[in-house]
Structure formats: structure tokens, C-alpha cells
């Protein structure tokens, strides 16, 4: 369990990687699993002008 | 279990897609060495690397350009190659190929100042579509219905610092039915295809449009097939649309997503890039 650095809600780790892209399920702000052990998050990289597919 | 075989994974982040592609990994036992984009370091010279062959799964242009020349650098075959993402990720590149390729495309005018892209738009003639030579999600794409509109937009990109909006990629509107299709190849096979349905003239699933089944369709199928090795081949996602003249290819997307497409056609898309990425490493 950590806390979302945008709203400080409490985040679980439930089947996630690290990298993995996921929704704050209180504030819904993009967060990435910064670690897995110890479970620790950060706000996700903000999309570039160069970004796509 | 390990085959052997030690896939590389150079991304910047963990998407649904990502995850699939490591979950099929894991499945038929390749090793993973994760690169992500905003950590690896590259020496002229390789030391430490691990990997036989690199899956490109970065989002960033300008990372998975120099990166995949690297990989290339240090003898790693990669998917997509280093040219490959070179061309589809410039739009002005992509549609040269096509061209030249015989590939049906909107027309299109390119012009290098603010001046000429006013020109570039009356040659195209109102309503045209002002995109940037760089970027995907359909961003910073204009729809221009006048003059008037268009030399304001021209003033606004004219004042973005980013040399990328110092030049103008004008295309025609194409009239289409309120969406497009996208069609994914691998190795020069076509996989699967939907609809990508919105109100709104951009479709891209990005920006919310809806993924819709398309019906076996042998033209459609032969056209991205065409378009992808036109390119040059690997994995791919061509973009069309159904104008008054028939199919056109608009784009050639070099990292695509598919949680959509997997959504509706419950192709297992992530499970037949690793199997494309296990060829290549073969080979």
C-alpha cells in the first residue's frame, strides 16, 4: 500500500509491474508503478509533442 | 523455461499492450531484458546488453529513432528497423513511399513557411486537413474551412517554438462515413481490422472513437498488406478510409496499439507479435 502523490489516497498494488500505467481510483490522475518491492508510485510521464503510435 | 532467445523490450511505459506482449513472452519462455527509453545508456562501443533481438515499443519518435539505430549499431536485428520507423513516423516520408509505392493516397501538399502553406491550402482548395509532420493521437490536426481560419491557424503554429510546426503538411478532407478502418499486419500477413467509428472527423480510438468489426473484405486486406511493405515491412498499422473514389491509406503506424482492435476482434495480437519477433530472431 502506498498514497497517490496527487490527492494522498491509498493505493494498492494488485497484479501490477513495474512501468505499468494505471488511474488513481480516487483523483483518476495517470499514475506509473515507479516499484514493485517496495510498492512505490509517481505521477505518469506527461505525453511529449513527439508521442504517438 | 527459457528458449534461449532474450527479447529486448526498449518502452517508456507499461500499457495494456506492453503488459500482453510480456505476458506472451513469458508464455513461450523468452527471456525479457526490459529497456526502458528514459534509462538505457548507449555507448559507441556495446557492453552489457543482453538481448538477441529488440522489440520497439517506445512511444517516442525521436527516442525509438536514435535507439533503434543503436540496436542496429551493436548487430541486434530489431522490430520495427530503424528505417521503418523512420518513414512512417514523418508523415511527409510516409506519404512519398506511398506514392511511389502506387498506394491510393489523399492529396497532398507540403510547404516549408507560412507563406506557402496558405498557398499549399488553396492548391488543396477548402475544407483541408493541416496536420504536424511528427506526432500520432491526432494531435494538433486542423481542419481549415476557409482562408480566413486558415490564416489564423498558420499564425498560431507559426508562433509553437517546435520546428516541427514550421512546416506544413496540408491534405485534402477526404468526405468518408463517419469513420475509418484500421488494419493490422505482421510480417507481411494481414491480422485483423476494425472500424474506428466517431462523430467527430478525427477517429483515432485515442481521442474516443469506437472499434467496430469490419467484415472479411479480400481489397482491404490486399491494400495494407501493400501499403505495410511498401514501408517496409515488420510490425504495422495502416490506416484508410473509405473516400468518394475508393480506399486511400492515409497513415502507417510503426508501434501501434491494439486494445481496441484486440477488444473487438479477439485476435490475440500481443501472442502474434512475439511469434513475429521469434522469426526474426531465427532468420
Request: proline share 6%; with cysteine.
Amino acid at each position: 500500500m502506498t498514497q497517490c502523490p496527487e490527492c494522498e489516497a491509498s493505493v494498492q498494488l494488485k497484479d501490477m509491474i513495474e512501468g505499468e500505467i494505471f488511474s488513481c481510483p480516487d483523483c483518476g490522475v495517470e499514475l506509473e508503478v515507479s516499484s514493485a518491492q517496495p510498492f512505490a508510485v509517481a505521477v505518469a510521464p506527461k505525453e511529449k509533442e513527439d508521442w504517438g503510435e | 523455461m527459457n528458449n534461449g532467445t532474450t527479447l529486448g523490450l526498449f518502452y517508456t511505459i507499461i500499457r495494456p499492450e506492453e503488459k500482453w506482449i510480456l505476458e506472451a513472452a513469458a508464455a513461450r519462455g523468452l527471456a525479457v531484458e526490459r529497456l526502458a527509453d528514459d534509462e538505457v545508456t548507449f555507448p559507441l562501443v556495446q557492453n552489457g546488453m543482453k538481448s538477441d533481438i529488440v522489440l520497439n515499443r517506445s512511444v517516442s519518435h525521436t527516442r525509438s529513432l536514435y535507439a533503434l539505430r543503436f540496436f542496429e549499431h551493436y548487430g541486434l536485428p530489431t522490430v520495427n528497423r530503424y528505417e521503418v520507423v523512420n518513414l512512417c513516423g514523418d508523415k511527409i516520408l510516409t506519404s512519398l513511399r506511398l506514392q511511389e509505392a502506387g498506394i491510393p493516397t489523399p492529396r497532398t501538399v507540403v510547404a516549408l513557411t507560412p507563406e506557402a502553406a496558405l498557398r499549399a491550402l488553396d492548391e488543396v482548395g477548402y475544407p483541408a486537413v493541416l496536420k504536424p509532420p511528427i506526432g500520432s493521437w491526432g494531435r494538433l490536426m486542423a481542419k481549415v474551412d476557409d482562408r480566413e481560419e486558415a490564416e489564423q491557424i498558420i499564425e498560431h503554429k507559426d508562433a509553437l517554438a517546435s520546428p516541427m510546426h514550421s512546416v506544413f503538411y496540408v491534405q485534402e478532407y477526404v468526405p468518408k462515413p463517419d469513420r475509418d478502418i484500421r488494419v493490422q499486419v505482421i510480417g507481411g500477413a494481414f491480422v485483423a481490422a476494425i472500424y474506428r467509428r466517431s462523430s467527430a472527423w478525427r477517429t483515432n480510438t485515442a481521442r474516443g472513437g469506437e472499434g467496430e468489426r469490419v467484415e472479411p473484405n479480400a481489397e482491404l486486406e490486399e491494400l495494407a498488406v501493400k501499403a505495410a511493405e511498401a514501408v517496409g515491412g515488420g510490425v504495422l498499422a495502416v490506416d484508410l478510409m473509405e473516400s468518394p473514389n475508393g480506399l486511400v491509406v492515409h497513415e502507417v503506424n510503426h508501434t501501434p496499439e491494439f486494445k481496441t482492435l484486440r477488444a473487438v476482434t479477439g485476435v490475440d495480437i500481443a501472442a502474434k507479435i512475439v511469434d513475429y519477433v521469434c522469426e526474426v530472431a531465427r532468420r
